[in-house]
């Protein structure tokens, strides 16, 4: 049995520099917005070299509280797209601003900066470009289009930790960058995190308010804030997995190279030329997915769609008003990716065991 994914090994990997951070953390009788919340996110801010990262207590409210940070709320249009983690949306939805999806390029699965020039309105303040699946949006032009028409630019990282764009990391490029210390992704805590970057000052100042009641002072409140705090003990992981993560998205990305190498014949999005992709998903597209997915379930192989359902088609979602048929490669894509077992202690034996098993399925899907 291969699973989709297991988060065991990387922690018996790394369990001695692990369990000496948390034994830190918890001896030193300080449990939130301490030390290791300092320290992590200075090394984080050094390791994207930018003036400043802000922990917070998720990625949803990473990508809430950039936008918050940067004016965005109530009557205000955000695009973005609907082939993401839905957590997108519900972050712009959590500022009062209203989510404007458009549809993704149809080989790389990112949002087109065409569909995203159509969107515009003048009540249009911002764009989120996701880097999906670990490699990047396609940032030079939405850079282009966001100064064009005055509009904020974040970039949702969460599946991109450590990813370059041209030679830069990601999160860099746009005015800030969020991202999710969720503990399945390429940077993962043992339970919830997020953090901001940004080489703003006024915006990091705002986003330290933001998190904490909007305090500036013990007691005074300078302005409405909420609560969303990194803490300690998962600051204290994450500055053990940051020493790590270049060393840990080489690994994925060997991993990515010999499905390459094996897969041939096998549909799968474009990786865009000019940026290092850092694989948190290896997703390949089938006409017949559904029949592809269970026969490798029947030989033991375990794979997962990422995502199944289009935001505009979510029940949650009816709302928005975007039947069937208006994202129409959004929608396609849905219908044919499948993700491939990638984690940290896949051996190569066993993904060149999926390229085996899915080479002997050729022709069924
Ligand atoms: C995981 C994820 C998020 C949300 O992160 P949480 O930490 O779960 O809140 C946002 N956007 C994308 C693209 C994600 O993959």
């Known amino acids: 049995m291969i699973p989709f994914n297991q988060l065991k090994p990387l922690h018996d990997l790394l369990a001695d ?4 951070a948390l034994l830190r953390a918890a001896d030193s ?24 990262a802000v922990g917070v207590a998720n990625g949803t409210d990473a990508i809430e509280l950039a936008l918050r940070a940067g004016g965005v709320g109530a009557g205000d249009e955000v695009i973005t797209v609907a082939h993401t983690a839905l957590a997108t949306v519900a972050a712009i939805e959590a500022t009062g601003a209203v989510p404007i999806l458009a549809d993704i390029d149809a080989d ?13 309105t003048p009540r249009t303040v911002a764009i989120v470009a996701v880097h999906l699946y670990g490699g990047t949006a396609d940032l030079d032009a939405l850079v282009e289009l966001a100064q064009a028409h005055d509009l904020l630019l974040i970039e949702d990282c969460a599946q991109a930790h450590g990813a ?3 030679g830069r990391p990601v999160g860099t490029i746009g005015r800030l960058g969020a991202f999710s ?74 991993i990515a190279a010999l499905y390459d190498a094996n897969l041939t014949g096998v549909r799968k999005p474009s990786a865009r030329a000019d940026c290092q992709h850092v694989y948190h998903l290896y997703v390949i597209r089938a006409a017949q997915r559904d029949q592809l997915m269970k ?23 009816r709302d928005l008003g975007l039947g069937e048929g208006s994202l129409p490669q959004t929608e396609r894509a849905a219908r044919e990716i499948l993700s491939l077992p990638l984690y940290i202690g896949l051996s190569d034996d066993d993904a060149l065991r999926v390229c085996e098993v899915i080479g002997q399925l050729r022709g069924s899907f």
């Open 17 to 20: 520099e692990i369990n000496a």
């Open 29 to 52: 009788g300080w449990y939130i917005l301490g030390p290791e919340v300092e320290a992590f996110e200075r090394e984080f801010a050094a390791y994207h070299g930018v003036s400043h």
């Open 108 to 120: 790389i699965f990112t949002l087109c900066p065409d569909a995203a020039r159509a969107a515009i």
């Open 164 to 166: 370059l764009y041209k």
């Open 181 to 254: 210390f969720y503990p399945t992704k390429n940077m993962g805590a043992y339970g919830d995190g997020g953090a901001v970057i940004t080489d703003d000052d006024a915006l990091a100042d705002r986003l330290r308010k933001l998190r904490n009641y909007g305090q500036s002072s013990r007691y005074r409140h300078h302005s409405r804030g909420t609560n969303s705090r990194l803490d300690e003990l998962q600051a204290a992981i994450l500055r053990v997995k940051l020493a790590h993560l270049d060393g840990l998205n080489g690994r994925r990305r060997a």
């Open 295 to 317: 026969d490798l379930q029947e030989r033991g192989i375990g794979t997962l769609i990422h995502y199944p359902v289009p935001v505009h088609l979510q029940e949650s979602h």
